[in-house]
């Protein structure tokens, strides 16, 4: 497993989940939820608190993994956080909106009043799961993306 941190980001349409993990890459812990106006201001500030080693970035994907409408939304948010000089990965992230949901309503929280978590529990499960794949295999999750658009797979 690779030191440090990371940060998991849940590309919405409306909003961006952040979440990070501790320099050791066991925890992801929610962060905030990011407005998608504001993000161009935001993230790199994210980006200077936290120094993540790279960015894990959710794909949606349907679930026989073909593209959906937001998937290319998610590839263009990748390939702008690439030009911000820090590494991107984009990781499968089959049903991730659908689980934070989920655990939100089962922990009590109305869907009205978890709008403005369930991206950040969304990118928490997103950075966690590239965490654990990382840590079983022994090899970076996902797809690099650079930021003139190429794609490397890492697993």
Known sequence: MRPGVRLGIDVGRARVGVASCDRD?????PV???ARGEHERRIPELLAE???????VGLPVS???GDTPSTEDARAFA???AGLGIPVRLVDERMSTNVAQRALRASG???KRSRSVVDQV?????????LDAERSSGREPGIRVESGGRAERGD
């Open 25 to 29: 890459g066991l925890l992801a812990t």
């Open 122 to 130: 969304a990118a928490v499960i997103i950075l966690q799961d590239a």
């Open 50 to 56: 936290y120094a993540p080693i790279e960015l894990v």
């Open 32 to 34: 905030e939820t990011v």
């Open 109 to 111: 929280r109305s869907a």
């Open 63 to 65: 679930l026989r993994g």
């Open 79 to 81: 390939e702008w956080l």
